[in-house]
Nanobody, 120 residues
Framework: QVQLVESGGGLVQAGGSLRLSCAAS??????????MGWFRQAPGKQRELVAS???????NYADSVKGRFTISRDNVKNNVYLQMTRLKPEDTAVYYC????????????WGQGTQVTVSS
């Protein structure tokens, strides 16, 4: 089991940037073994995968954020980051960090979420 704590959300104008951070606390298993993901959920919409990074640091992005968002990880600090640039009002959502050991468990571990609001 992994405990995840997100930070870095806030209010930003369209075109601006934010960097989300997620600090992970693992129980005996190296953080580097986990796939990590950022999801978001806007009001009235389903939660969607925004970006993921696996244990080999291979990345995957939703089409809507490609070229604007960058996911990265620091296996020494046990952190994962989401750098968001050229933000749009439609990026407004609660952003969640998630972990999946070996990419096999369907994202069982979640943080509490951080609100990102982009004003037009």
């Amino acid at each position: 089991q992994v405990q995840l704590v997100e930070s870095g959300g806030g209010l930003v104008q369209a075109g601006g940037s934010l960097r989300l951070s997620c600090a992970a606390s693992t129980s005996g298993i190296l953080f580097s073994y986990y796939d990590m993901g950022w999801f978001r959920q806007a009001p009235g919409k389903q939660r969607e995968l925004v970006a993921s990074i696996d244990s080999d640091s291979r990345t995957n992005y939703a089409d809507s954020v490609k070229g604007r968002f960058t996911i990265s990880r620091d296996n020494v600090k046990n952190n994962v980051y989401l750098q968001m640039t050229r933000l749009k009002p439609e990026d407004t959502a609660v952003y969640y960090c998630a972990a999946d050991l070996g990419g096999l468990a369907g994202w069982p571990d979640w943080g509490q979420g951080t609100q990102v609001t982009v004003s037009s």
